[in-house]
């Protein structure tokens, strides 16, 4: 742990894999998912918008190179950045032909591109692209992250969030995806109004044992023109409150393994495409308000974590 942060910050990771700051440069293709487009079903998942989960990428039509480019101008001159993760961040960046997966990964093989972000579905992970990525890695030297939402263990939620995947694709993906030593960082939501205490700690027993390596942790926020804005407007759900996400999100993190990397503690999305978003809170201070109550209570970071219990079980600790 850092000074005065009470959890492992993905930052700090970064430094000490690659001696610097790095920052994501994001990638928008044109894609679908097999939530959208018919294969498992053809209304997605009720909190994504059209945009598949993206806000700020440049437009889908600009080229891989001409995007990494102009992200990194723009980013590398503002925080004086020199190393890169290429983030190809919506919808499911592995649902497409076999060809043109190998043609926009491979426009990252750039000096400056120290790592490649892949957000995807479980369900669309396949061992002919994790082989390629295998070779690819290895003839360049790029490391892989692979980003998969989660969001629960709770199959019920997942039902009513109409993921049409479940935990065991998850499991399955993280199965396949440990074989080939990839990074595996998880999306979850720590604000489902149908998930308790006991989902939250569940969620995270599971990440521990899969062997993720990173989290990303979100609100949950309602964007406009979808199934979720029409529920909450229809007062069919009842939004937990800013410091019920407060309490969810510590809880969560006391049993998440202490070096599992913590992306981010809070998500956000533009005002004008939500209805609901944080509470209508910055997002820098509901994430100052969860460290502040830490540090005074002396909460680390996988306190309460599993492998704590299998350390007692052994006899390793007092």
């Known amino acids: 742990m850092i000074k005065d942060l009470p959890y492992f910050p993905i930052s700090e990771y970064y430094k000490t894999k690659y001696g610097q700051k790095v920052y994501k440069l994001p990638v928008k293709l044109s894609l679908t998912c097999p939530n959208r487009d018919g294969e498992r079903s053809n209304l997605g ?16 039509y600009m ?4 995007q990494l480019e102009t992200n990194k101008n723009y980013i590398g001159n503002r925080y004086k950045a020199k190393k890169f993760i290429a983030y190809f961040q919506n919808f499911s960046n592995t649902y497409m032909e076999y060809d043109k997966f190998v043609e926009v990964i491979e426009a990252c093989d750039k000096e400056y591109i120290s790592a490649i972000s892949i957000s995807t579905r479980s369900d669309c992970m396949t061992y002919r692209k994790l082989e390629f990525l295998k070779e690819f890695s290895k003839k360049t030297g790029k490391d892989i ?3 998969l939402g989660l ?3 709770n199959y019920k939620t997942l039902k009513i969030l109409n993921r049409c995947e479940d935990l065991a694709d998850f499991i399955r993906a993280c199965n396949m995806i440990n074989e080939y030593g990839f990074r595996i960082c998880t999306h979850v939501i720590l ?30 926020y309602i964007i406009k023109n979808t199934k979720l ?3 909450y407007k229809n007062n069919e759900i009842v939004m937990p409150s800013k410091e019920d996400y407060q309490k969810n999100v510590i809880l969560f993190l006391r049993h998440i393994n202490k070096d599992i990397a913590i992306q981010r503690l809070v998500g956000r999305a533009p005002k004008e495409d939500t209805v609901f ?22 909460i680390l970071q996988g306190d309460l974590s599993i492998q704590r219990e299998y350390k007692k079980l052994k006899g390793e600790m007092k």
């Open 145 to 147: 992250i692979i980003e």
């Open 151 to 153: 969001q629960t263990a």
């Open 191 to 220: 604000s489902l109004p149908w998930d308790d205490d006991q989902d939250i700690v569940e969620t995270a027993r599971i990440i521990n044992t899969l062997k993720v390596k990173e989290v990303k942790i979100h609100s949950l």
């Open 277 to 298: 978003c944080n509470w209508d809170t910055s997002w820098w201070l509901i994430r100052d308000e969860i460290i502040k109550y830490m540090n005074e209570n002396n």
């Open 229 to 231: 804005e029409k529920m």
């Open 45 to 60: 998942c009720i909190f994504c918008s059209e945009s598949g989960g993206s806000f700020e990428n440049l437009p889908s």
């Open 63 to 66: 080229t891989v190179d001409k």
